[in-house]
């Protein structure tokens, strides 16, 4: 799967619950990806710890999309967790 693929599938996520609003944001030592719009609430940190995190953005994406599709069909996270 491409990173082309994984970035679609999760925008069409992202509008299916969240009107499109979806988070990608690279830091020093990871990337994180998940729903909505940071903004500076003095809630940023509690943001940001709840995104999806992978050591690149491919597998971040892989993960957030994983962990999406498995919370949508009532399957367990930790039985899909390969990376």
Request: hydrophobic residues 45%; glycine residues 10%; aromatic residues 10%.
């Amino acid at each position: 799967m491409t990173l082309e693929v994984l970035i679609g599938i999760a925008s069409e996520l992202a509008k299916k619950d969240f009107g499109g609003h979806l988070a990608i944001m690279k830091f020093t030592t990871n990337w994180r990806v998940g729903y909505g719009t940071p903004y500076d609430d003095g809630h940023t940190r509690d943001f940001i710890d709840l995104l999806t995190e992978g050591d690149t953005l491919y597998n971040a994406l892989l993960n957030f999309v994983i962990g999406e599709l498995c919370r949508r069909a009532g399957i367990s996270r930790v039985a899909v967790d390969v990376i």
